[in-house]
């Protein structure tokens, strides 16, 4: 079915069909299910995680100063270091040989001055990143970004759809096998997390946009390289699933606090099969509204005219 689908593009994103699929798995964790029947509308999607040169010209044009260019409130840290309530972020750092995967603060450092301009810490800066998803970015500040595009976040259900790429209960976004005829099909951990990346340093973190090949629909990225937000907010499993109605636009409507959780899907650069195996669509993650990180990023969303 995939070689007969039209992509209609447009304003950098391609036309998803709507219709109904079943969401979620029970293959493999447990916050994946139970599967439902969902319905979805038709729905314009960006092509690709939105880039590092695309979130400048929207900090250009509005001046927006993102969660991680911000000190963090300290009532929110009671008992914290103060030297540590500064701005900053939390970036990856692979430990120098095997860890335990059931302690993220062996490979997670808070790092001041790490921030989407400055990806890895002070220092660092985007060139030869352009390309690359931006990351460092709160939910505020990719909802902030798509309603300054005229667009807004996808919901869970309409990003899972959107990623299936019409070949409904396929693991991956490419079918049923992890390395479709031999290839690598997405930018996730190659070698043994995380200790050993076996990328050449080029893919060994980010990845540009359109490195690997689209899914069905013609849609970039949708597994590994960087997380995704969504407009949906956190709960343990699928129970509470409906056709959740399309938001006007995705300018939170109240306070968004460092308790908050919403929705991440998609899996990243740094999803191992023997830690993190949700480079799938089905595969969902909570995430802090406020926890920045180089591994989480955003695509946005439109309504048809």
């Known amino acids: 079915m995939r070689s007969r689908l039209k992509h209609v593009t447009g304003r950098g994103q391609v036309l998803v069909p709507g219709g109904s699929f079943r969401m979620g798995s029970v293959d493999f964790y447990p916050e994946e299910r139970p599967v439902k029947d969902v319905m979805v509308g038709e729905l314009w999607v960006d092509e690709h995680p939105d880039t590092n040169a695309e979130f400048g010209r929207f900090v250009k044009d509005t001046g927006h100063i993102t969660i991680a260019e911000r000190a963090p409130d300290p009532r929110d840290f009671p008992g914290a270091d103060p030297d540590l309530i500064v701005p900053g972020s939390q ?52 909802a902030a970004y798509a309603a300054w595009a005229g667009a807004r976040l996808p919901t869970e259900a309409e990003w899972e759809h959107a990623a299936r790429g019409s070949l409904g209960d396929a693991t ?40 690997f090949p689209a ?40 306070t968004v606090s460092e308790q908050d959780r919403f ?19 089905a595969a969902r993650q909570g995430h802090g509204a ?16």
């Open 263 to 281: 929705v991440t899907k998609g899996g990243s650069h740094l999803c191992a099969p023997e830690y993190c195996h949700r480079y799938r669509p």
């Open 215 to 254: 899914n069905g629909y013609g849609l970039y990225d949708v597994t590994g390289n960087v997380w995704e937000w969504t407009a949906t907010a956190w709960i343990d499993d699928h129970d509470a699933v409906h056709a959740e109605p399309s938001p006007s636009c995705c300018v939170p409507t109240g």
């Open 172 to 211: 991956y976004a490419w079918g049923d096998e992890m390395r479709a005829g031999g290839k690598t099909m997405a930018n996730t951990w190659q070698g043994h997390f995380p200790y050993e990346n076996l990328w050449p340093p080029h893919l060994a973190r980010t990845s540009p946009i359109r490195t």
């Open 290 to 305: 406020r926890d920045t990180t180089n591994h989480v990023g955003f695509r946005c969303v439109r309504d048809p005219d």
């Open 91 to 142: 970036v990856f750092t692979g430990t120098s040989g095997p860890v335990p995967l059931d302690d993220w603060t062996h490979w997670w450092s808070w790092v001041p001055g790490a921030d989407w301009r400055h990806p890895y810490g002070p220092g660092s800066t985007l060139h030869g990143l352009e390309l690359h998803p931006v990351v460092h970015v709160g939910w505020e500040d990719a």
